[in-house]
């Protein structure tokens, strides 16, 4: 499985350890939507087509999934 797949919108590659790569994990995926995601001019989502492509990996939780329709 591939955590990042090089292009300039895949998050930061990093080095996760054992112990903690629970916590790692999800402090990657709180970075990488805090700098990816934004809000548009017209006032809607603004998000990179990887995350778009893969949203029910990134967010299961995600109780906003009206605001991302295309």
Partial sequence: MALSCGSWSS????????????????????????AAVGVSPAGGLAIPKLLRWHLPDFAEELRFRHLLAS
């Avoid at 629970?22 to 939507?33: D, F, G, I, S, W």
């Fill in 11 to 34: 998050p930061a590659v990093r080095v996760y350890t054992e112990a903690g790569v629970e916590e790692e994990l999800e402090a990657a995926k709180r970075e990488y939507l805090q």
